[in-house]
C-alpha cells in the first residue's frame, strides 16, 4: 500500500482522516485505560512471585496462605492481559509461578488428605477442604459440557490423568455425576496414590469402582483404548510442549470415538496454570468440541475434544463409543438415545444454573 504525503491527499482524503483520528481519539483512551490495568497487574503478580520465590517452605501455614490467597484474588477478574504474548523475563517468571503453584498445590492436598484419612469415612468430611466448592462447580461444569458436546450413553470407564494425593475431581465426579462408571486415577507419583486410596477406605461401593495406578501416562498405552472418556489435570505437562506430547500420546491410543477432557486457564489465569492452545489438542489427533473460559470460582477452562471414529466405522454405522473391551463401534439401542437425550436435557439445564 503507497502512503500519500499530505501534499497529495484529496479533500476527501482530509475528511476521512479527519473521522478516522476521532474514531482514535474516542477508543485510545480505553485501550489506554486497559494497558494501563494489564501493566499494573503484571507487576503486582511479580512481586507477589518474588515473594512467593523466597518463602522457605510451601507448606500450608499462615503466610503461605496469604500470599497465594493474594495471588489468586489477583488472578480470577477478568483481565484483557495475554500471558502468551508476556516478553522472555515475563513469561520466565511465569513458569517459575506455575511450578511453584503446582508444588503448593500439592502439599496442600496431601495435608488435608493427611487429615481426613483420621475419620473412620473421610469422605464425609470432604468439606473440610478450604476449595472443595470450587471442585464442586467445576466437575459439575465438565460434566455438563461433556454430556451436551459428546451425546450418546455415558461413559462407563474413565481415566483421570494426575490424580493426586486428594482426588476431588474423582471423587465428585464418580458420587455426583457418573455413579454407574469405574475410574482409573492415574498419578506419576506412589505417595500420592497412597493417600488417595485411604480416602475411599470407608466406602466400599465407591472404593470397588476406584482404582490407583502409580505411572507416567506416557508409559500407558493398551490401557487407553478402554477408556470412554479421558480427563487431564492442568498441572499434567506444565510447558507447552509436555503438554503437547501428553495429548499426542493419548490421541495416538484412545479409542476412536471416546472424549478427552482438558484443564486450561484464559487471561490472568494463566499465571496458575498453563493454558492450552486448542490447535495442540486438534494437532494432537482430536476434535475440538467446546472451549470454555468460566467467571467466578472456577479457575480453570476447559476443553472438550472427541477422538474421531475412522471412516470405514462411519460406514459401518458405528458412533466409536469406547468401552471396557474396547472401541464398540455399533449403534445404541432406541432405549438409550431416548435416555441419553433425556439425561442431556438435564445436564443443559443444569448448565444455565450455574454461575456465570
Known amino acids: 500500500?503507497?502512503?500519500?504525503?499530505?501534499?497529495?491527499?484529496?479533500?476527501?482524503?482530509?475528511?476521512?482522516?479527519?473521522?478516522?483520528?476521532?474514531?482514535?481519539?474516542?477508543?485510545?483512551?480505553?485501550?489506554?485505560?486497559?494497558?494501563?490495568?494489564?501493566?499494573?497487574?503484571?507487576?503486582?503478580?511479580?512481586?507477589?512471585?518474588?515473594?512467593?520465590?523466597?518463602?522457605?517452605?510451601?507448606?500450608?501455614?499462615?503466610?503461605?496462605?496469604?500470599?497465594?490467597?493474594?495471588?489468586v484474588t489477583a488472578c480470577i477478574p477478568r483481565s484483557t492481559v495475554d500471558v502468551e504474548r508476556l516478553g522472555p523475563e515475563l513469561q520466565e517468571m511465569r513458569g517459575r509461578l506455575i511450578r511453584l503453584c503446582a508444588d503448593a498445590e500439592?502439599?496442600?492436598?496431601?495435608?488435608?488428605?493427611?487429615?481426613?484419612?483420621?475419620?473412620?469415612?473421610?469422605?464425609?468430611?470432604?468439606?473440610?477442604?478450604?476449595?472443595?466448592?470450587?471442585?464442586?462447580?467445576?466437575?459439575?461444569?465438565?460434566?455438563?459440557?461433556?454430556?451436551?458436546?459428546?451425546?450418546?450413553?455415558?461413559p462407563s470407564r474413565v481415566a483421570f490423568v494426575g490424580s493426586g494425593p486428594l482426588p476431588l475431581s474423582s471423587l465428585v465426579l464418580a458420587a455426583r455425576h457418573l455413579p454407574g462408571a469405574s475410574f482409573d486415577n492415574y498419578d506419576i507419583c506412589g505417595d500420592a496414590n497412597e493417600r488417595a486410596r485411604r480416602l475411599v477406605r470407608g466406602d466400599g461401593a465407591l472404593q470397588a469402582r476406584m482404582a490407583f495406578r502409580t505411572s507416567d501416562v506416557a508409559d500407558v498405552t493398551?490401557?487407553?483404548?478402554?477408556?470412554?472418556?479421558?480427563?487431564?489435570?492442568?498441572?499434567?505437562?506444565?510447558?507447552?510442549?509436555?503438554?503437547?506430547?501428553?495429548?499426542?500420546?493419548?490421541?495416538?491410543?484412545?479409542?476412536?470415538?471416546?472424549?478427552?477432557?482438558?484443564?486450561?486457564?484464559?487471561?490472568?489465569?494463566?499465571?496458575?496454570?498453563?493454558?492450552?492452545?486448542?490447535?495442540?489438542?486438534?494437532?494432537?489427533?482430536?476434535?475440538?468440541?467446546?472451549?470454555?473460559?468460566?467467571?467466578?470460582?472456577?479457575?480453570?477452562?476447559?476443553?472438550i475434544a472427541r477422538k474421531p471414529v475412522s471412516v470405514d466405522a462411519h460406514a459401518a454405522g458405528g458412533v466409536g463409543h469406547a468401552h471396557a473391551h474396547g472401541a464398540v463401534l455399533s449403534r445404541p439401542c432406541l432405549c438409550c438415545e431416548i435416555e441419553a437425550r433425556a439425561h442431556q436435557k438435564m445436564e443443559e439445564v443444569a448448565m444455565e444454573q450455574l454461575p456465570s
Open 222 to 303: 493398551r490401557d487407553l483404548a478402554s477408556y470412554d472418556a479421558v480427563f487431564l489435570a492442568a498441572l499434567v505437562g506444565m510447558a507447552a510442549e509436555e503438554k503437547a506430547r501428553v495429548v499426542e500420546h493419548l490421541g495416538r491410543h484412545m479409542a476412536p470415538g471416546a472424549a478427552l477432557v482438558v484443564r486450561s486457564a484464559h487471561g490472568a489465569r494463566g499465571f496458575l496454570y498453563p493454558v492450552v492452545d486448542p490447535e495442540e489438542i486438534r494437532r494432537g489427533g482430536f476434535d475440538v468440541l467446546a472451549v470454555h473460559h468460566p467467571e467466578g470460582e472456577v479457575i480453570n477452562s476447559v476443553i
Open 106 to 154: 500439592g502439599l496442600l492436598e496431601a495435608h488435608y488428605s493427611d487429615l481426613l484419612a483420621a475419620f473412620d469415612n473421610p469422605l464425609e468430611h470432604l468439606s473440610l477442604f478450604p476449595y472443595f466448592n470450587n471442585y464442586i462447580l467445576l466437575s459439575q461444569l465438565e460434566h455438563g459440557l461433556l454430556a451436551r458436546h459428546v451425546p450418546g450413553p455415558s
Open 1 to 71: 500500500m503507497v502512503v500519500m504525503g499530505k501534499e497529495q491527499q484529496p479533500e476527501e482524503g482530509k475528511v476521512v482522516q479527519e473521522e478516522v483520528q476521532v474514531v482514535q481519539e474516542t477508543v485510545a483512551p480505553e485501550e489506554e485505560d486497559d494497558k494501563e490495568a494489564e501493566a499494573a497487574l503484571v507487576h503486582k503478580i511479580s512481586g507477589l512471585a518474588a515473594a512467593i520465590g523466597k518463602l522457605p517452605s510451601l507448606s500450608p501455614s499462615p503466610e503461605v496462605n496469604a500470599l497465594f490467597t493474594e495471588l
